[in-house]
Each structure stands twice: as C-alpha cells, then as structure tokens.
C-alpha cells in the first residue's frame, strides 16, 4: 500500500508541474512576442546548461570529497549539504541576471533599487549557517536513535 500511495503522490506531483508549465507557455505566448519568447527560451537553455555543467559537477565533486575526508560524514549530513547548495545555486540563478541588468543602467533608479551582488554574498551567508544548523540538529536528533536500537 506505501509504493500505491508514493506512486499516486509522484503522479499527482507530475501532472500540477505539467499543467504549470503548460499554464506558464500558454501565458507567454499570448502575452509576450516573438523576441521576448526568444529571450526567455534561451535564459531558460542557459539555466539547463549551467545547472548540467556547473551546478551538479560542483554538488558531485563535494559529494566526493565529503566522502573522502578523514572522518565518515553520513548520508543525511551529504544530503542535507548538497540540498543547500543546490538551492542556493537555483536562487542565484534568479540573482545573477539582476547583477547584470543593474550593470547596464536603467532610466528609472527604483526599478533594480538594491545592491544585488551584496544580497547574494549574504544569501550565501545564510545559507551556509541555515545548514549548520540543520546539520548540528541533524547529528542530535539521529544520536540517541542509534544508542537506543543499540
């Protein structure tokens, strides 16, 4: 009954990223022209590239090197690791062009108002001691399982 109800939450979990991505095209189609499609097709091609040639070589090779220091890390510690740093790689992403933009200029000052490149320093920040914390709670609250099933 667990693999039925993990199947059907997989499946529920596939057609709503479906339906939103259908939802998303239809919306850019109608809304915007040609050039702008052009423009968010090849922004999205070079996410895809950069997440293949970039983020998941870089989240591998800290995998390994996890792997082969001195001291065995655990499984939930890798995971919890790789999981930060695939989400502060997916939010730089969205960071990133608004360093660009901010670059160029705009006629408005209060349309890209803020120092971007600073918020990405402390979104990093963040994130590093947000999984600090995550792993030294981890590490506690998986201790005591073991000395009991001891």
């Known amino acids: 009954m667990r693999i039925d109800s993990l199947r059907l939450a997989r499946s529920i979990l596939i057609a709503v990223g479906v339906l939103g991505i259908a939802l998303g095209a239809v919306v850019l189609v109608m809304k915007q022209d040609l050039p702008a499609i052009v423009s968010v097709a ?16 870089i989240v591998f090779v800290i995998g390994v090197l996890a792997r082969r220091a001195g001291r065995r890390i655990s499984t939930g510690v890798l995971a919890i690791v790789q999981g930060a740093i695939v989400v502060g790689c997916l939010l730089m992403l969205l960071i990133v062009p608004e360093i660009y933009a901010k670059t160029l200029g705009t006629a408005n000052d209060t349309v890209l108002p803020f120092d971007y490149a600073a918020r990405l320093g402390f979104l990093w920040l963040g994130m590093i001691v947000l999984t600090a914390i995550v792993v030294v709670l981890y590490l506690r609250l998986s201790r005591p399982r073991a000395a009991q099933s001891a």
């Open 42 to 57: 090849l922004w999205m091609l070079g996410a895809i590239i950069l997440h293949d040639a970039v983020i998941s070589p």
